[in-house]
């Protein structure tokens, strides 16, 4: 399960020196009196007592009420497993199909271009080559094993032997073209 939180950027009371402001959050902060939240779903003002939804006939809160962001339940299909120090031998070294290998890590902005890309890849290609990946913040030895200097990282690997790397967010097909020589 995976939360989907929206944002939204207020503007500092400074630029906005025309509008007329009402505090929110206990005073805070001040937004634009005319500020209407209706097309934020995952926002709810909180009161005293009760939650009232941003869609309620209420513009704004009353001081001491909050604003909260609340994650909403979405379910995420994870395409492609996670492998740790604990599971790469088993699960890389020892698999009879070739295996594609994308080193990771959470706060990469290339690595979730690419994650997209090799979940299309592992679904292309299942039956013929097993796809993992592998978070390098959670298993930095395996990321210093194979010379991982840079994320993300694509390593193929067939009968437990390292053949290919392909560094960067790549497009699709340098990547097919990299699988295609071990399938």
């Known amino acids: 399960m995976a939360g989907v939180l929206e944002i939204i950027t207020v503007p500092r009371a400074s630029a906005l020196r025309s509008a007329s402001f009402a505090p929110v959050t206990g005073g805070s902060f001040f937004l634009p009196s005319s500020v209407k939240f209706s097309e934020f779903r995952g926002l709810k003002i909180q009161l005293a007592r009760s939650s009232a939804s941003l869609s309620s006939p209420r513009?704004?809160?009353?001081?001491?009420?909050?604003?909260?962001?609340?994650?909403?339940?979405?379910?995420?299909?994870?395409?492609?497993?996670?492998?740790?120090?604990?599971?790469w031998k088993s699960l890389v070294l020892e698999s009879d199909l070739p295996v594609l290998v994308e080193f990771w890590a959470p706060w990469c902005g290339p690595c979730r271009m690419i994650h997209p890309v090799i979940d299309k890849l592992a679904k292309q290609y299942a039956g013929k080559l097993k796809c993992y990946k592998v978070n390098t913040d959670q298993s930095p030895s395996l990321a210093t094993d194979y010379g991982i200097r840079s994320i993300p990282t694509v390593l193929i690997f067939k009968n437990g032997e390292k053949k290919d790397a392909v560094i960067g967010a790549v497009p699709e097909s340098t990547l097919t073209t990299s699988i295609e020589k071990f399938v």
Do not use: H, Y
């Not at 979405?74 to 120090?85: L, M, Q, R």
């Open 59 to 87: 513009k704004l809160p009353s001081p001491g009420s909050r604003i909260v962001a609340e994650a909403q339940n979405t379910a995420v299909e994870v395409e492609v497993p996670g492998i740790t120090d604990a599971t």
